[in-house]
């Protein structure tokens, strides 16, 4: 879908919008592949199925036949039942480009070369001489026996008729690669593509049934390989029979991709142990071997050459595929080599530090899928990729997820990560869900409630200085940011004492920077009735209604900050009502009646105005007294 967008991108989306779909659908269709590949691998090696030691002794005493050795051969190893499985996994991949390769069908309904026939028909009725290079009778093998050409388009027909039987081998789909032979006219290279199977014979073990497979098997490998080193095969059609037949050399160069080439590697891996194994015993029939074809074999493959060969190949286009992440992850699932895949997860995250989203997912996924395969793992470099992660998390703003990906680091660093991410919340219904998130998701909430406040209050604290001479009566920005930091610590009540430990912290460092107005803002983050809370929690966790001595402290030093601040705001309104609320004495000189009997008037409102000032003045001053002595006189200072 996403291809048929981008065909015709302004009939849609934005050309760019677009290209960034197309990127996230191949990334995670990768990604798919991927996953595939792991639950394969990592299905059978969690089985644990054991070697066996069957061997040649038991294949000829069982009297074994060819398809049973190799099942037998695939039980006992896993390295090649393994490599088998990667070759499943890229066969299956290839069958979903099959809708894009170019269909025979879509240009001849039958592929027999009828435009040759007619033209020899031609030939014939007209008495004339068959065009110069063009064969002159009708039989699989004419071309090649001749040295001549079919029409031209008949030999663009035959061209697309091998790319898509090789399509459709390399989607593992041979049924239908020898089902669209037949359709074109061209049975016999569908009765061809027979000769790989194993043979076996069920009645040789005293059992009934039909016998399958090749019994010359040998000899039609022996063939392949002679029909593929042969001239006048376009290079499908060698690689078509080179496919069955463990030619690597003739299937390399119609592979056009990374994993074709992998896919080519493998199945030839396959391939030569099969073989090896079943010519370790005599044939049931008494019939010698034929030789293995010159070549066959020879090149040492194992599961990690086979990588090392396609990362330096010459061809700079495969080099570049077989360096790409996804490609990467694969190559160290099948090769079962965490701790190189994490070494290589370190390295993408130093060298690209805004990796693409996708892939940072996959490799935190990649690590928590190993951790539940109980492989032993690196704890740093994983909690790397995890803590990586998280922060990508954050800076999309997928926060409902952060706590729970958090949880999957070690339990030094949840507290420390999941502190520093809600660090930047500041709605209060937001913190409280967060907290809750964190700790559905197994977080140790109380201890990073605690840290969050302890980091916002520690931060910016150059900006407190102690020097200041006068009182500071207006609230800045990072002082409102900490006074709003005690919220984390009143949601839950098993939090109050630290948060009134906390609260006492915070005062002490406003009060010392004269900083009033914030120290009673702090004062009222306590909920009201938190000492009882305190004790009702103690009682119900110990029975015992003796606080602990940290709490007992903190109780006894928000008291006495209570009072100091009650003191500090009498003793304030006494000096804002004595210096600044007396009224102004109205006595003036006058100059005419009038204006003395205006004054008269005014010298009885203001003596009525000095009275009640006064009467407020001795108030204030009697609670002023009676809060200061009441912090003089403060139980145990």
């Not at 009038?594 to 004054?599: D, G, I, N, Y």
């Not at 010298?603 to 108030?619: G, H, S």
Request: charged share 25%; hydrophobic share 40%.
């Amino acid at each position: 879908i996403l291809e048929q967008l981008q065909s015709q991108p302004e009939q849609y989306l934005p050309a760019q919008r677009l290209n960034q779909l197309y990127q996230s659908g191949t990334h995670l269709r990768e990604e798919k592949h991927m996953w595939l590949l792991a639950h394969a691998l990592y299905g059978d090696r969690l089985e644990g199925t054991p070697d066996s030691d069957a061997r040649v002794t038991d294949y000829v005493m069982n009297k074994m036949s060819e398809r049973d050795i190799a099942k037998a051969l695939l039980d006992r190893d896993s390295m090649v039942r393994e490599s088998q499985m990667v070759v499943d996994w890229l066969e299956n991949a290839a069958r979903e480009k099959l809708a894009q390769i170019e269909r025979v069908e879509f240009f001849s309904d039958i592929v027999c070369w009828e435009n040759t026939q007619h033209e020899l028909r031609m030939s014939r009725d007209t008495k004339q001489a068959v065009p110069g290079g063009l064969v002159t009778e009708l039989d699989p093998d004419v071309a090649i026996r001749q040295k001549k050409a079919l029409s031209d388009d008949d030999m663009r027909d035959e061209r697309r008729l091998l790319r898509q039987v090789f399509a459709l081998i390399r989607a593992g789909q041979l049924q239908q690669a020898q089902d669209l032979c037949r359709k074109c006219g061209e049975a016999w290279r569908a009765a061809d593509l027979e000769g790989w199977l194993l043979f076996h014979d069920p009645n040789v073990e005293g059992k009934t049934g039909a016998v399958s497979g090749n019994p010359y098997r040998d000899v039609w490998k022996l063939s392949c390989w002679q029909s593929a080193d042969a001239e006048g095969y376009s290079p499908y059609e060698r690689a078509i029979v080179a496919a069955y037949s463990g030619n690597l050399e003739k299937l390399l160069p119609v592979c056009e991709s990374w994993e074709d080439c992998l896919w080519a590697y493998f199945k030839t891996f396959v391939d030569v142990h099969v073989e090896e194994e079943i010519r370790m015993v005599p044939r049931l029939d008494a019939r010698p071997w034929e030789s293995l074809p010159e070549g066959y074999g020879s090149k040492n493959l194992s599961p990690s050459a086979i990588f090392d060969d396609l990362a330096t190949n010459p061809n700079e286009s495969l080099r570049v595929q077989a360096a790409a992440p996804f490609h990467i992850i694969e190559k160290h699932l099948v090769l079962n080599d965490i701790a190189g895949l994490l070494n290589c997860f370190h390295e993408w995250i130093e060298r690209h530090p805004h990796m693409d989203h996708h892939l940072l997912r996959c490799m935190a996924h990649t690590i928590l899928f190993m951790r539940m395969m109980n492989q032993h793992m690196e704890t740093t470099l994983c909690d790397e990729v995890l803590e990586t992660y998280i922060k990508s998390l954050i800076q999309d703003k997928l926060y409902d997820l952060v706590a729970t990906y958090t949880a999957c680091l070690s339990p030094a660093l949840q507290v420390s990560v999941y502190a520093a991410f809600l660090e930047a919340v500041e709605e209060k219904d937001e913190k409280r869900s967060l907290l809750d998130l964190g700790e559905r998701a197994g977080l140790d909430v109380a201890q990073i409630a605690k840290l969050v406040v302890e980091n916002i209050r520690c931060h910016g604290s150059d900006e407190l200085r102690p020097d200041m001479e006068t009182a500071q009566t207006s609230l800045t920005e990072s002082d409102e940011r900490r006074i709003d930091a005690m919220d984390w610590l009143v949601f839950e009540k098993s939090q109050r004492g630290e948060a009134i430990h906390q609260a006492c912290a915070l005062i002490r460092t406003f009060l010392a920077t004269k900083k009033h107005v914030a120290a009673r803002a702090v004062l009222e983050k306590i909920p009201n009735g938190s000492l009882q809370v305190i004790q009702d929690e103690w009682k119900t966790k110990t029975g015992s209604s003796v606080l602990q001595p940290e709490d007992e402290n903190s109780i006894h030093e928000l008291t006495g900050l209570e009072a100091y601040l009650l003191a500090l705001s009498s003793f304030d309104e006494w000096f804002r009502h004595y210096h600044h609320n007396k009224p102004a004495d109205p006595s003036r000189a006058v100059s005419s009646f009038t204006e003395q009997v205006a004054l008269e008037q005014e010298n009885k409102q203001y003596q009525v105005d000095l009275q009640r000032w006064e009467y407020a003045l001795q108030a204030c001053t009697q609670d002023s007294v009676q809060k200061i002595y009441a912090v003089l006189m403060f139980p145990d200072g």
